[in-house]
């Protein structure tokens, strides 16, 4: 077949998409992925961020942590440096790998368990030292909680964990208020018992004194005794109706489970659903006993302060009702998590969700997004991108005052921080996690595919958190993107050429490698075997990056490997390359906003600079024309940047004396040290400021003299007698010759 | 916790206070004594942040110094000799929430409240400290003090002190855990308000060396300063004091240093003239006794009877204890 009829065969696939002739071979009949996966073909042997212990017990910083940081600080600790510590280190990662395999096999379970079974399951086939060194490494975790892999359940486990470890800090900071308020609340009761009436009786002094001694006592002189001397004050009915209210309320709110007496009174509320209209209910409901503790707080502060003025007080509080609740009032309460399931995030849901999400009610949802790779429910045979749901997190944003956070699953570990701080925040929060499609389950790993569509851009990793600040630059990030500054992610690659030769290079990862991970997309590839090859076909980034005209007469292709790891080229249909285009559309949209080619900046940076240089072209020319007609002049006229300098330096020059010297006395009250020996003189000459410096007051009240012995004795020298007012005073000469000093 | 309902409330109906709501009783000092320019600015820094009286306290050993408690209305305790550090701390750990100020001597603290002094260093408890430093022993009648100068005649060293002076910022510096250090000088009002400022904004313990005159038994010994104000040093930086153009047009004598370089901080305490006024060291990063202790908890009737039941059996004896008997 000659050159022309290949290209033909090529370029008819790329058009319609229907392959003719024998030279393509359909991805479906020889399955292929993306060339940068080769080396991720079993994942169980790869050391990396996952599974992760999703922290319950033990110490450490975060919430969650992954299995090979736990075991490399395992090792550190237990493994000496050098061949003693090797076969622990060989055994311990055995089980590490061990764990990982399980995990894939389905296992599931704590890490102690699972630890506990693999080790067995090692044991087994070794002598008995190695259980022991398992074991013993196995007890030195120091941490414990569900072992979790990157599957379709992490997103919701996940943030479920991460919403819970908030909500126990919130809960450890409001029960210890609550706690507070409770003891002075019972001791102002208490007190007020003891000095009552009631308290006063015998047979109250009795319990009080307790059994030991009881007898030793009379308690009925003594409460004759206690009774005529102790104060007559008491706590005023209202008052104590107050606190008793307040105390009341504290005791038997549902809304953090009491941590004294667990499973005490009625069950606490719980937060978690699965959609929204439910959480909305359920906060709908609540918000009376919202208010009402948040009154019992209020009050039961001013109590314990003794602050409470019913003149004041009283009406404030009549009027309090839920529309008085400000963000920082429910930021007290556990915040509500809505975790939809994959099949519901449909648009009736989602409307809802926007709805709530809008309202600033303290929900945090969780929407696991599976449609990335959908075809457009109209029919045209274009990808939806997400309609459903990936773009809800671009649309949340556009609402303003939240938090969101958009990422796939493999990358929700390295996030973590990030969805800790979401969870915590106040006010509405919205999770978009992508976990790979279950229709697509099978050739890939889960968390490949999830890394895929991040890489891709098909599911960028953003974070709009809107109380980080008042701008996008400080609320919007993509660091978490691999190469966030340009198109598409690049990877080192490296294969072997048939001369078995190293061939090192880049390799970009597109939308469109990521669908051909998708078998449902088979049918927009087709594998060229390598006899097939022609000139005209260029790898689909380069592609991308041509003149349409161009474009046309070229075809692109993707490198793929098959089973064996062998590298293919693998042709892309038209269609294919123009999703493509349109992913790379949005992924600008999203640059734009994070600040990386802002198109408005840019157009401004090219008017300045366009400007600048026809400014600097003028000043060179007059340059020129001056040296050519008199060099001398210009050598002597300062440059302008001196000029500006000395500008500057006139600008920042002290301003002059605030005092000039005149006939009238004054001081230097802000040097004045508050030392009082011109008080002593003449306090009604001299006062003190409000900020305790003096000042002359009265200049009338005063003699020269008076003023000229305030200067001497004043240490700091601050006080200026001038010149004196009575020409008829006595020794006005001399005075005048011991003010010159001063003046 | 964030600002609920509560706290805005409490806000709204808070007293203003003015610089006289702090005033105690007249102040008994010599006129012309530094003591008053110190007083002057903490009752202002009292206003301006208006600190309660009745959530402020001032601690003092014995000294002219010590005698501050008396002229402020707020809770005050006037210890005893050298002993105004573990006052203060036993205050600061049962009541973490006040404002705890320490009033001590060169006498007070450099000499016999030395042990003292060092280890509240290094226990890092939020306190703002303030020493004032006039060199001499005062209410006695002029014996030397630890800050001395050489050649310093008086009762105590009738042919001049022979001793090297001690320095209480080098001291300060070189022992372990130490926040803050600032010196200031109470002819300069503006500069010791700020400092004063600075440190109580400090969470740790501040510690500022004040240097005053005492009119009374050392009258000419700050003369020179005084008048030239080129023997002054300000220490200027973004975190640390920004003087007034005004100031700075008096002073010329300035130099920028970085609060957190304790080595620099060091090798500027170590001189005596110029007189160096302004933050030398401040490490907000150091962590507080009193947060490592958790201290502040609750005083329930439980906890104050397991404390003390504690306490008696150290002087108890169980023989059915086992091995866990002890005898006092």
């Known amino acids: 077949m000659d050159m022309a009829a290949r290209f033909q065969d090529q370029q008819v696939f790329h058009m319609t998409g229907r392959r003719s002739g024998d030279g393509l071979a359909a991805l479906d009949k020889s399955p292929m992925r993306p060339a940068l996966f080769a080396g991720y073909r079993d994942l169980t042997r790869l050391r990396h961020d996952f599974p992760l212990v999703l922290v319950e017990s033990g110490i450490t910083d975060g919430y969650a942590v992954s299995l090979t940081l736990l075991v490399n600080h395992v090792i550190e600790t237990l493994a000496p440096r050098g061949i003693e510590g090797e076969r622990l280190r060989k055994h311990v990662l055995r089980l590490e790998r061990e764990l990982r395999a399980g995990l894939a096999g389905g296992a599931e379970g704590d890490l102690s368990e699972l630890w506990a079974t693999a080790a067995a399951k090692l044991a087994s086939d070794a002598d008995e030292s190695v259980s022991k060194v398992l074991a013993l490494a196995g007890d030195s975790l120091g941490v414990d909680g569900a072992l979790v892999d990157c599957d379709d359940r992490l997103p919701s486990r996940f943030m479920i964990h991460a919403w819970r470890h908030v ?55 003594m409460s004759r005794l206690v009774s005529r001397n102790a104060p007559k004050d008491q706590l005023p009915a209202s008052r104590r109706r107050r606190i008793e209210w307040a105390l009341s309320v504290l005791t038997s ?35 009376p006993q919202v208010v009402e503790l948040v009154k019992a707080i209020a009050i039961a502060e001013l109590e314990a302060r003794n602050d409470y003025d019913e003149k004041d007080h009283d009406p404030f509080f009549e009027a309090y009702d839920a529309n008085s609740l400000t963000a920082d009032d429910l930021a007290l309460f556990p915040d509500y998590l809505v975790c939809i399931p994959v099949g519901r995030n449909d648009l009736p849901e989602n409307a809802s969700l926007m709805d709530t999400l809008s309202s600033g009610l303290p929900v945090k949802v969780v929407v696991q997004v599976t449609d990335l790779l959908e075809e457009a429910s109209i029919g045209t045979g274009h990808f939806a991108f997400g309609v459903r749901s990936a773009r809800l997190a671009t649309a949340a944003m556009g609402l303003g005052g939240m938090f969101v956070l958009q990422a796939a699953s493999s990358s929700l570990y390295r996030l973590r921080n990030r969805i800790e701080h979401g969870m915590g925040c106040s006010g509405p929060a919205l999770f978009s996690v992508f976990a790979g499609a279950p229709e697509a389950a099978g050739e890939l790993p889960r968390y490949l595919t999830a890394a895929a569509a991040m890489e891709s851009r098909a599911f960028p990793a953003f974070v709009y958190d809107a109380a980080a600040g008042e701008n996008w630059a400080t609320r919007f990030s993509i660091e978490h993107n691999r190469n966030p500054e340009i198109d598409w992610a690049k990877e080192p690659f490296e294969y072997a050429d048939e001369q078995m030769q190293r061939v090192r290079g880049e390799s970009a990862f597109t939308y469109a490698d990521f669908a051909m991970c998708d078998k449902r997309n088979a049918a927009h590839f087709a594998v060229v075997p390598r006899d097939r090859w022609t000139s005209a076909m260029m790898p689909a980034v380069d592609w991308l990056a041509l003149p349409e005209r161009e474009a046309t007469e070229r075809i692109p292709y993707l490198l793929a490997v098959d089973g064996d790891d062998a590298l293919h080229r693998v ?136 003023l000229v012995e305030a200067a001497e004795t004043c240490q700091v020298a601050i006080i200026h007698p001038g010149k004196p007012r009575n020409p008829d005073e006595p020794g006005l000469e001399e005075l005048m010759k011991r003010a010159e000093a001063f003046n | 916790m964030a600002k609920p309902l509560s706290q805005c409330i409490i806000k709204l109906h808070e007293e203003q206070h003015n610089l006289e709501d702090y005033q105690g009783g007249v102040p008994r000092w010599c006129n012309g004594c530094g003591d008053n320019a110190i007083l002057a600015a903490v009752q202002r820094l009292c206003r301006d942040e208006n600190l309660a009286p009745e959530e402020t306290v001032f601690v003092s050993g014995i000294g002219c110094s010590s005698r501050f408690p008396h002229y402020m209305k707020t809770y005050g ?27 001590t001597g060169d006498g007070d603290c450099c000499s016999i409240g030395a042990a003292h002094w060092i280890h509240a260093i290094r226990y890092n408890m939020n306190l703002t400290v303030i020493l004032h430093d006039n060199h001499v022993y005062g209410l006695t009648k002029k014996q030397a003090s630890p800050t001395s100068p050489i050649g310093f005649k008086s009762n105590t060293t009738p042919r001049g002190s022979i001793l090297e002076a001690l320095n209480p910022l080098t001291v300060t510096l070189g022992v372990q855990n130490v926040s803050f250090v600032a010196q200031g000088v109470d002819w300069i009002p503006e500069l010791l308000y700020d400092i004063v400022s600075r440190a109580f904004h400090h969470r740790g313990f501040s510690f500022i060396r004040i240097i005053q005159r005492c009119p009374e038994f050392l009258p000419k010994m700050f003369e020179p300063w005084l008048h030239d104000p080129g023997k002054t040093l300000l220490l200027t930086h973004a975190n640390g004091l920004q003087p007034s153009a005004e100031l700075a047009r008096t002073y010329k004598n300035q130099r920028e240093h970085d609060p957190l370089d304790i080595h620099r901080a060091r090798e500027i305490a170590s001189s005596e003239d110029p007189i160096p006024v302004g933050i030398l060291y401040q490490n907000p990063e150091v962590p507080c006794y009193e947060d490592l202790r958790g201290a502040g908890g609750p005083r329930t009737v439980e906890a104050i009877r397991k404390g003390l039941d504690a306490e008696f059996d150290k002087f108890t004896f169980w023989p059915d204890d086992g091995n866990q008997s002890r005898a006092a």
């Open chain 1, 167 to 221: 909500q126990a800090q919130k809960a450890s900071v409001f029960h210890g208020h609550l706690d507070r308020l409770q003891r002075r609340l019972s001791d102002i009761l208490r007190a007020a018992f003891v000095r009552s009436e009631a308290g006063q009786r015998p047979d109250a002094l009795r319990a009080s004194v307790g059994g030991m001694h009881a007898d030793d006592f009379d308690f009925t002189a």
């Open chain 1, 253 to 287: 709110q549902r809304f953090h489970a009491s941590r004294s007496l667990p499973g005490s009174g009625e069950a606490s509320y719980g937060f978690l659903f699965d959609n929204v209209a439910e959480a909305v209910a359920a906060y709908r409901e609540r918000l």
């Open chain 1, 571 to 706: 042709l892309v249909d038209a269609r294919m390359m123009q999703a493509t285009k349109r992913c790379l559309l949005l992924w600008h949209r999203i640059q734009e906003h994070a600040g990386i080619h802002d198109s408005h900046a840019e157009r401004l940076l090219a008017r300045e600079k366009a400007a600048w240089e026809i400014s600097r072209n003028q000043e060179l020319d007059a340059l020129r024309k001056a040296s050519a007609g008199a060099p001398t002049v210009v050598s002597e006229a300062p440059p302008p940047a001196a000029g500006a300098v000395a500008a500057a330096v006139a600008a920042s020059a002290p301003p002059p004396e605030e005092k000039p010297p005149s006939d009238d006395p004054w001081i230097e009250t802000a040097r004045c040290p508050s030392c009082n020996e011109c008080q002593l003189i003449n306090p009604e000459l001299f006062l003190y400021n409000e900020n305790k410096q003096a000042y002359i007051k009265d200049a009338n009240a005063r003699t020269f003299r008076q």
């Open chain 2, 77 to 103: 305790f006037h210890g005893i000799h050298g002993r105004a550090f573990p006052i203060a701390q036993g205050v600061k750990m049962a009541r973490p929430d006040l404002n705890v100020f320490v009033n």
